[in-house]
Every structure is written in structure tokens, then in C-alpha cells.
């Protein structure tokens, strides 16, 4: 069914219609479909990165002189106290979503933009 718009010029909704449909077909041969998109989205899939991460986590906590500790072990991130015991078990998900937060944080303090 056409779509019909009243009191604009036929052309340019041709033109229109024609753009977009170029459009879709153009960019679908770049288009990705991802069984896990948490993964790709995330930024967080390998243990490498998240190391990463959890390494300058852990720099920052002894500048804020606390005694706690981020380590991974498998898909396990603990936070171990300064005598070694366990204080809590995260999953890299809650890790993942920890460091977004602090990012968020981090651009209301700090306007990156400029």
C-alpha cells in the first residue's frame, strides 16, 4: 500500500522513498548478526580486557587507600581484603556494568567533550 501524504510534491517522497530503500539495501551487506551480543557490546568478552581493566580498577582503590582487591579467576571476579579472605563474588557482567557506571560518573565530573 502507497503511502499517501497530502500537500507535499509526489517527487519528493519518491525521492525519499527511494534514499531510504538505497540506504537499506546498501548497508544490510554490513550488517552482523551475533549469537552472544553481550560480548560485542560489552567490550568485556575476553579475559585479557577485563584483566585490563580490573588492573587500573585496582590502581585506583590503592590511590583511594582502600584494601580491597579485584582479581579474576575463570568468569569469577572476587574482591579479596587486605589479609586475602574473600569479601564478595561478581560475575563479569556485574563488573562490566560497575565500570559503566563509574564512566557515566566520570562524564558528569568531567566534561570530555571539550
Known amino acids: 500500500m502507497p503511502i499517501v501524504l497530502n500537500k507535499i510534491d509526489p517527487v519528493i517522497v519518491n525521492n525519499v522513498q527511494q534514499q531510504t530503500a538505497d540506504g537499506i539495501i546498501h548497508s544490510s551487506d554490513r550488517t552482523r ?3 552472544d ?14 584483566k585490563e581493566k580490573l588492573s587500573k580498577f585496582n590502581s585506583l582503590l590503592t590511590i583511594m587507600e582502600l584494601n580491597i582487591t579485584f582479581n579474576l579467576n575463570d568468569d569469577i571476579i572476587t574482591a579479596v581484603d587486605k589479609d586475602g579472605n574473600i569479601v564478595k563474588e561478581y560475575t563479569k557482567d556485574e563488573i562490566a556494568e560497575l565500570f559503566n557506571k563509574m564512566g557515566d560518573m566520570l562524564g558528569i565530573f568531567i566534561d570530555t567533550k571539550k
Open 33 to 35: 548478526i551475533s549469537k
Open 37 to 50: 551480543s553481550k560480548k560485542e557490546s560489552g567490550g568485556y568478552s575476553s579475559n585479557k580486557k577485563m
